[in-house]
Structure formats: structure tokens, C-alpha cells
């Protein structure tokens, strides 16, 4: 049973940072591209960052791009989201997801993603 586990949420300040993990199991995931998505209360799901399996190519939503890395170890089926910078409109529940392989044209679509994980809270106060 494929299973994508996130951890790393809480509760933090404006300014302050959290590190999100997400621990892939269950199958061989080699090739596969990583993503991170959030979801804010009454708001549609939305693009975080993705990567690529080599690590060689990642990519960031406009909102969050110069506060947030992305990264992965694949010798521990382990994905990260490093979030500085914290702002309150950041505060989500945070979804990782994999997909078969990374793509140029559809690594921010949400149907692109084969397996998903289920979520962990990330709430800023101002």
C-alpha cells in the first residue's frame, strides 16, 4: 500500500520557519517527481514547489518563491519543504504528492500527481 506521510506542521509566528517532511512507502519511487501543495479553509488547492527525481529541477509558486526550497533524499524516500519568511496568508494544510515523472508543463496541476499523502497543518499568527 503506497503511503506519503507528512510531518513538520504546527503553529509559528510571522518571520519564523517550519520544515515540512513528507516519507514516501510502499513501492519503488525511483523516477518519480515530488510536489507540494496547500489548502487554505474555503480556498481551492493550490501549487507549493516541485522537484525532480535527480533533485536537478525545481520549481515554486510565485507566492512563495525565494522563502520556500525544496529538496529530497531519495535514499531515505524522504521529501522536504523548508519554509522561512512565515507570513499568516501561508497558513494551509500542507499536501504532498508524487507523480510518475516530472514535466516541464504540468508539474503545478493537482491531476498530474499519482499518490497523495494527507496533509499536515501549517498555521501563521501575525
Known amino acids: 500500500q503506497v503511503q506519503l506521510v507528512e510531518s513538520g506542521g504546527g503553529l509559528v509566528q510571522a518571520g519564523g520557519s517550519l520544515r515540512l517532511s513528507c516519507v514516501a512507502s510502499g513501492r519503488t519511487f525511483t523516477g518519480f517527481a515530488m510536489g507540494w501543495f496547500r489548502q487554505a479553509r474555503g480556498k481551492e488547492r493550490e501549487f507549493v514547489a516541485a522537484?525532480?527525481?535527480?533533485?536537478?529541477?525545481?520549481d515554486y509558486a510565485d507566492s512563495v518563491k525565494g522563502r520556500f526550497t525544496i529538496s529530497r533524499d531519495n535514499a531515505k524516500n524522504t521529501r522536504y519543504l523548508q519554509m522561512n519568511n512565515l507570513k499568516p496568508e501561508d497558513t494551509a494544510v500542507y499536501f504532498c504528492?508524487?507523480?510518475?515523472?516530472?514535466?516541464?508543463?504540468?508539474?503545478?496541476?493537482?491531476?498530474?500527481?499519482?499518490?497523495w499523502g494527507q496533509g499536515t497543518q501549517v498555521t501563521v499568527s501575525s
Open positions: 504528492a508524487a507523480a510518475f515523472r516530472y514535466s516541464d508543463n504540468h508539474y503545478y496541476l493537482q491531476n498530474w500527481y499519482n499518490y
Open positions: 522537484i525532480s527525481w535527480s533533485g536537478g529541477r525545481a
